[in-house]
């Protein structure tokens, strides 16, 4: 907008308001909606000025803007959740990463101190999902050398990680604990 900045412009728009408003109640229903849409709506116009180009309708550029702002604002608002009473963000709960890191880092270093020939069973049953019959077969042995190869092995990574169960992986028992005594209050 070349010469219709300043005094100009704020005259332009303040001219337009009565036809923005009864527009963005017609878009939005609200009264409350509407004047928020309004005034988004002035905002935008007044910092894009340049934008405008003298002599084109001053109106209708006012009205596709705020006709996008509205189209923005809804698309935003269904991603929205409403938790007024904080119950959905009460449930919300995520674990530290960084003990299971550390659990890892831990499991990693010791997995590296077992025999190689329990650590290659153990890695081809454990984690690369080959059955017994599959991971003998790669070995040159017999299934049993392997099961016995991958026992020998979970036992050794257990007693070096002095873990008692399997069950013992996982989140730390204090903070699962203190998580639930939070949901309980």
Known sequence: MNDASGPRLKDLLLAEIPSLRAFALS???????????????????WANASSFLEGTNMRAWLFTIMRNTFFSQYRKSRREVQDVDGEAAS????????LAH?????FKAHLDRLPPDQREALVLIGASGFSYEEAAEICGCAV???????????????EMLSLNSAEEFGPDPALSEAIERTRSD
């Open 27 to 45: 878009l939005s229903g609200n009264s409350d909606r509407a004047d928020d849409l309004v005034q988004d709506t002035l905002m935008k116009a």
């Open 91 to 98: 449930r919300l709960v995520a674990m530290p990463d960084q």
């Open 102 to 106: 550390l659990d890892f880092v831990d």
């Open 144 to 158: 049993g050398t392997i099961k016995s190869r991958v026992n020998r092995a979970r036992r050794r990574l257990m």
